[in-house]
Structure formats: structure tokens, C-alpha cells
């Protein structure tokens, strides 16, 4: 349980007091009892709530009595006038950083009901004892008159017996569990209390000595403290807050057999009862169950301690600012020095520390709250110690008068730099392209809509950036997101600062230009071309840029901005159509050209093929038209290469199971690339299927026999006889002889068994 929730849900009445006396806060246990409101309370010190004539003697033994933690009775008056007594205890303790004291009182007007009437009964009862002592003396003075007076001995026997029934009576109805010993320490007496605290019943207990009363508590006979003090012996070590008054002691223990073996906290009030000589004739010991009250103590005790590590250990600043007299700071926990830069100590001696650490563009927010304007949370800037900024998060609450007038303020200040970071990253990333840097699509739509109603003239620039899928399928991801960033950085170096740039799809850009004309869009134009030609030329080992551009104007708020944006998108896509062919033929060209500066094949490999392959179209009476394809599928076929890794192409040794896959894939990026030229497009099929096998071992269709394309089984043969006989990384070029074994071998398996006979004799002939 916290300790807010056991102070508000204790049946005890509680106060916070501060250390002269005067009331911070009152449970809802408190305000029944006096009568009195919270806010009623915070005008009164403790002592107002003594009764007059008690309330002087009370003011001046209250601080010793605070100091030293005595608990004592008085008497309380409610807000009616009424009084009431009371039993007063106070225990010091930190709450906040500050020394308060916590005051525990509890109405004790049943319990001095039922001592006067339990006093009322000893009086009488000790009357009655001295009577019966009176006669007994005058019985043994006479003792021959007496038994000559039998009669009159009887009948003082039956008084003597209803004196003592009467005594049984009045023990039996007494609320705390209670028994009486005899001087041989024997159970005389055993009311209904303590049958339901033991569970023993007053037939079994009446007569017992040897400390049998103390077996329900301890599980073994012990003398106990009604025992202890029979035998006046002062081993109390068991015992806490002993307390002796006369005949009377109190104090309190732990009973670890009671209530089958759950154990209790009790309270014990031992009296002697003596004789009119003052002989002790007989013992009487009441016992209360504290445990609920130990307990209550207990997590009254741990939620304190648990409050002050919170309020010591916690990272957010805490604080209460009070106006009265005038304004301060009253409490300030140690996070304000890692926070602010100042130590709480700066803040209580000066109030300004406050004022002069908010941004100054930013106390307004503060401002407001002292002129009654309140807002429990707000946003703010504070100004380190060291000069950095800080930003805080105030949550305050405000504490009011009876008339309503703040008279002070609790609240927390939370470090919120971070989260402001953050934020401020995710602004931007909502309004900024991943990859460009460049305005997103969803900050472009809402310039569009900002300049909706907008009266000078509004330009649009519609940009689309050729080739892009077929770069990414070739180079990867990679190599694309490259070429959207020179994009962003030639389209960044032609805007101005009235033109809002932004990526919005995947290959297109835009551009805003506000208070232009046709002219001007027409110069933003040229002006990007010929900073996309001056790239080309600067950058020959990448894949050119080519950008297709399309623009539209508005003259005046008339025509809506999605039209203004259809027109631009329509203007650049016919551009697009136009240029379409020759951008991607460029592309490729680069492509080839990038494949002969990075792959050692390349070194005169096609121009042997190709007279390799004109040489077998001849021979099998292949019309002119088919061999050119097979010359150009000679040139081609290895295109789809300059898509695989460096560190795979120039291997010197055998590749691994995962290498070798990744070389598979270089057909699958050919096919892909000549389709996207027109003048490579009737040899897209054989570039994907060149490496296929007779037997249908191959790759990537797994065809075997006359499934795969004739000019394919002829590239197949070529390729091979060629590559035999020249240098690779990983061998060195194999002797003649020794390639005409090679293609024997795998005639029937890798080749078409037809063609190596036809090759082996064209190469024999030659020789």
C-alpha cells in the first residue's frame, strides 16, 4: 500500500504537521472527527484543536513531547465546541526532503468510558476486598466467638460469594481479553474476551498454575508479564514500550502461538491487587490485539521510506513553490542540478533562479500562472546552468485558500530533449525522402494545397528519371538509390530558394516555382539538361542520366493545382515517348562499355566468337540475317555481367555453391536488359537461355535438347572452344589437343552432339 493510501484510508486520525506545529494535511478521518475541512485545517497548529484549558500546558510540553515521540492523552475540541478525549502520539520523519512530523491520534472516548467503569468496579471491588479483609481480621480476633456464632460465619461466606460473582460479572463483559491470577499464581478468573482469543474455555483454564495461562500465547509455560511482575523480576527483554505507573504496567509483545500458530502484536496492562494491608492477594492482566495497528505501522513506515527514495532517486525534477509571504521555493528535489545546472540550494535562496533559467520567449507560460491564469501542463525552454537548452515538460498543481486565491504550487519537471529529438526526426522524416534528402510526396501535396489560393503564378516541373527499374534489376538497389541521389543533387544546384523540390514516386521528382513565367520555366529547363550533360560527362564509368521533363504554368488562382499537375505530368510523358528508345539504348551502350572496362572475357572474347560462330552459320546454311543475330548474341550474351559482383567475377579460384548461384543470375540480368533495348530485343530469349545443357543440367530453365534454341546450342559450343583456349584468374589456356577432348567428352551432356562434330572439323580444317 503507498503511503498516500494509508495515510487517506487510516479509521486513525492523522495530521502532517511541520515542525511548529501547524497543519499541512489532515486524513478524511480527521475531518469527520473535528468537523472541520481540509482546507479549514491548513489555518490551524495542532494546538488549536486542545481544549482551552488544556491547550496551554499542551503548547508547552508538545515540543519535548514531539521530540522525544511520547505518546500521552488530553483532551480535543470539534468544531461544534464539543471535547472529546484523545490519545496523542507524534513520530518525526523526512517527506519531501523536509522534516515533518506525522501526528497519530485516536478518540478514546469508549476506552475512558470503560475505564471509569472499570475503575468504578476496582473501587468497588477493593471496597469490598477491604470489607472482607475487615471482617476476616475481626473473624480470626473472634475466632471462638465465631464458631460459637456459626450461623453468622455462613452467612458471611454467601456475601463473600456474591462479592465475588459479582467480580466474575464484571471481568466477563470487559471488551479486552482479561484474567486474574491468585498470590500462587493460579487462573481465578477467564472471561469471554480471552476464550475467543485462545479458544479456551474458562472450564478448562480455572484452577491451572504453572503458568498455563501463557500456553495459548508462547506454546510453553512462561511467566509472562502479569508473572513477571508478580515475582518483581525485571528481565522485560521480550517486551516493548514498557511503561510502569504504581501497580500498574504496561507494555507490548509478539504471541508466536496465538491464533494457531499466526503469531500476534499485543498490548498488556498488568495491576496488582492488595489488600487493605497492602498485600497482593490477587493479579489482573487485560490484553489487546495491535497486530492491525503494528502492521498499519509498519507499511506506514516502509511507504515513508519508499516515498523518500522515490523523491531522492527520482529523475524528474519535484517542487513546491509557496506565495506566501511571498513567492519561494519550499521544496526542490536533487534532480534540479542534473536538470537545470543549479542546486536546490540556489533555488531556495533566490526565487530569480527560476525566472532567469526559463528561454525568455517562454516565461509568458510561466507568467500566466502567478497572474491566475493556470495550466496544469505546458512546454517550455530552459536555459542550463552551463548554456545549453533544455527542454522541460511542466505538470503543476495548484493548491488553493479557503477564499480561493493560490497560495501554492506542487509540481514536476520532466527532461524532455530526447523526446524532442525524436519528434523532430520524425518531422522530418514525415516530410523528407529516405534516400534524396529531398521533400516528400505528403509535404509536396500540402505546398500544392498551401499555394491553392495562391495569386502570382505557379510553375510546375515535372521530372522522371529513365532507366531506373532496369538499373535496379542490373547493379541492385543500390546503384538505383545512387542515381536518385545525383538527381537530387542536380535538380538541388538549379533550384532557388522560392522552389520547393521533392521526390514524390519512385523515379520522379518536382519542382514548385512560385511567381515565374513560361520563360522561366523554360530557363529551370536547359538549365537542368545541361547540368545533367556536364554529369554525363564527368561520371563515364556509371550508367548515364537521362531525365525526361515536363512543365506547366499557372497564371493566376483560376485553375486548381491537380490540374496544374496533370498538365506537367502529361507535358513530361509525351517527352518520355519521344526519347523513350534512345535513353534506353544509351543506358545499355553504357552498360557494354562498363562490362569491357571491368571483365577480363571482354579482352577480344566477342570478336572471336563472333568469327567463330560465322564460320559455323556458313557451314550449316544459316541465311544472312541469322548469323547477324548470332554475331550480335556474340557480342551480348555476357551483358547481364555487369551486374555481378567484383569480388565473384574476378575470382581466381572456383567458386562456392552460394558464388556460383549468384554468377547463374548474370543470363537473368541479360534477359532483362535487352529487353529494354529494341536493337537487343530479338536475342532477349537466347541471352536467358545460353547456358543451358543438352542433358538439362543447365541454368535457368533446366531445357535439354532441341528445347533450347539452335543459336543458343551454337554459342554454347563457341563460348566453350574459346574460353579453353585463353587465360582465366583461376587456370591458364588448355593446349589444342586437349580442347577437342573436352568438347568430345561433353558432347551429349553439355553440347549438342551434332554441333561439336561440325565444330571439331571446321577447327581441324584450319589447322
Known sequence: MSYSNLFMESRNILFILDKLGRILEANPSAQEAYGYSQEEFLYFTIFD???????????????????????????????????????????????????????????????????????????????????????????????????????????????????NQQLTEIIEFLPDATFILDREQKVVAWNRAIEEMTGILKEKIIGQGNYAYSVPFYGQPTPGLIGVFMQNNTNLSNYQ???????????????????????AYL??????????????????????????????????????????????????????????????????????????????????????????????????LVASVFDGQFQVKSTLRWIHKDGHLVWLEIFRVPIYDLSGKLIAIQGIARDINERKEIEEKLLYLSQHDTITGLYSRSFFEEEMERLEHCSKPVGFLMIDLDGLKLVNDTFGHKAGDQMLI??????????????????????????????????DLASYSRSIKQSLKQYNRENPGKPPLSLSIGSALR??????????????????????LHRNSSSRSSIVSAMMKALETRDFITEGHGERIETLLKKIGKRMGLTGSQIFDLRLLAQFHDIGKVGIPDRILFKPGPLTADE?????????????????????LPIADWILKHHEWWNGKGYPLGLKGEEIPLECRILAIADAYDAMGNDRPYRKALPHSAIIEELKRYAGSQFDPKLVTLLVEIIEEEL
Open 49 to 163: 484543536l486542545c481544549a482551552v484549558k488544556m491547550s496551554t500546558t499542551i503548547y508547552q510540553q508538545t515540543p519535548q513531547v514531539i521530540e522525544e515521540g511520547v505518546l500521552f492523552e488530553t483532551m480535543h475540541r470539534r468544531k461544534d465546541k464539543s471535547t472529546f478525549p484523545v490519545e496523542v502520539s507524534f513520530k518525526k520523519f523526512h517527506l519531501q526532503g523536509k522534516h515533518v512530523i506525522l501526528s497519530n491520534i485516536r478518540d478514546i472516548s469508549r476506552l475512558k468510558e470503560t475505564e471509569c467503569s472499570l475503575k468504578q468496579s476496582n473501587e468497588e471491588l477493593m471496597a469490598t476486598i477491604e470489607e472482607l479483609t475487615a471482617a476476616n481480621e475481626q473473624l480470626l480476633a473472634a475466632e471462638e466467638e465465631l464458631r460459637q456464632q456459626y450461623d453468622e460465619l455462613q452467612s458471611s461466606r454467601d456475601v463473600l460469594t456474591t462479592l
Open 241 to 263: 514500550n514498557i511503561k510502569r505507573y504504581g501497580n500498574i504496567i504496561t507494555g507490548e509483545v509478539f504471541a508466536p502461538a496465538l491464533y494457531d500458530g499466526k503469531g
Open 267 to 364: 498490548q498488556l496492562k498488568t495491576s496488582l491487587l492488595s489488600n487493605s494491608q497492602g498485600e497482593t492477594v490477587a493479579t489482573i492482566e487485560s490484553i489487546r490485539d495491535i497486530t492491525e495497528s503494528k502492521q498499519a505501522q509498519k507499511a506506514l513506515i516502509e511507504s515513508e521510506a519508499r516515498f523518500r527514495s522515490l523523491s531522492e532517486n527520482a529523475l524528474d525534477m519535484i517542487y513546491h513553490i509557496s506565495f506566501i509571504p511571498k513567492p519561494h521555493f519550499s521544496y526542490i528535489n536533487s534532480a534540479a542540478k542534473k536538470i537545470t545546472g543549479y542546486r536546490p540550494e540556489e533555488f531556495y535562496q533566490d526565487i530569480n533562479v527560476h525566472k532567469n533559467g526559463i528561454y525568455p520567449e517562454d516565461w509568458p
Open 486 to 519: 545525383d538527381v537530387a543533387n542536380i535538380l538541388g544546384k538549379c533550384c532557388k530558394k522560392n522552389h520547393s523540390l521533392a521526390r514524390i514516386g519512385g523515379d520522379e521528382f518536382a519542382i514548385l516555382l512560385t511567381d515565374c513565367s513560361k520563360e
Open 555 to 576: 497564371e493566376n488562382s483560376s485553375k486548381k493545382m491537380s490540374q496544374l499537375f496533370t498538365e506537367a505530368d502529361n507535358s513530361m510523358y509525351r517527352e518520355k
Open 660 to 680: 556460383r548461384k549468384e554468377m547463374e543470375r548474370h543470363s537473368e540480368l541479360g534477359y532483362r536488359i535487352a529487353q529494354s533495348a529494341p536493337e537487343l
